[in-house]
């Protein structure tokens, strides 16, 4: 069993609507990230969190330790939001590593 | 903005020779790592640094592989003979400190032929 599931697998949203995408870990953890990753394969980080809730423009990332879920939300959608979307979790403990999940592909069609 | 910066972002090599893939991690970060992403799979941690030795390693990271930091800027990752399944997508990342938000470079795609 993967220790990070991610879904939906693959999403497909009309401009503007509203979209999330779950995380669920079986870990204990320190930390949870969101990540990026564009078709020309770079990822980027869009969020750290390890409790509670954080904005960045239209982005909104949630986290409930006590059952182990994350959410990721996009708020009015635009095709450029169109890419993979990445749960990571760091275990708890002296580790430093990131444990990846498989990815959300997202896309966002005019 | 400081960004991770890895070359080349492509590189094709033939099975059994050596590849060094490089990295230069943002200023004032202490910890460094490197990850790789097969195509059509999800991304595995490979190792991670901090001050001057490994300090993580997964079971991927076996003696064929090893990173250095030559100098004060970059950071390496060599696979000594490389395998037609050492293709894949390699990331460098870095952080200030363990426990904090770790910045990826835009990866370096290895082809084995």
């Known amino acids: 069993k993967n220790e990070v599931e991610q879904s939906p697998q693959n999403l497909t949203a009309q401009e503007g609507e509203f979209i999330t995408i779950n995380c669920s870990y079986s870990v204990g953890i320190s930390a949870l990230h969101w990540l990026q990753q564009h078709p020309g394969g770079g990822i980027v980080s869009l969020f750290m969190l390890s409790s509670g809730k954080k904005k960045h423009g239209r982005l909104i990332a949630t986290i409930n330790i006590q059952e182990k879920h994350s959410s990721l939300h996009i708020t009015a959608s635009h095709p450029r939001d169109s890419a993979v979307y990445i749960c990571a979790v760091k275990n708890g403990g002296a580790t430093n590593k990131l444990i990846f999940g498989t990815g959300t592909l997202l896309a966002v069609q005019p | 903005e400081p960004e991770v910066t890895q070359t080349p972002s492509h590189q094709v090599t033939q099975m059994g020779q050596e590849v060094i893939l490089r990295c230069v991690p943002i200023?004032?970060?202490?910890?460094f790592y490197w990850y790789r992403q097969i195509l059509g799979q999800k991304v595995e941690f490979l190792v991670s640094?901090?001050?001057?030795?490994?300090?993580?390693k997964s079971e991927i990271f076996d003696d064929q592989f090893s990173v250095e930091r030559p100098d004060g800027s970059n950071f390496t990752l060599k696979i000594r003979s490389t395998k037609l399944e050492d293709s894949a997508m390699y990331f460098c990342?870095?952080?200030?400190?363990?426990?904090?938000?770790?910045?990826f470079g835009q990866g370096t795609r290895l082809t084995v032929v």
């Open positions: 640094f901090y001050n001057n030795e490994i300090s993580e």
């Open positions: 990342a870095s952080s200030v400190q363990q426990n904090t938000e770790a910045f």
């Open positions: 200023s004032n970060h202490l910890y």
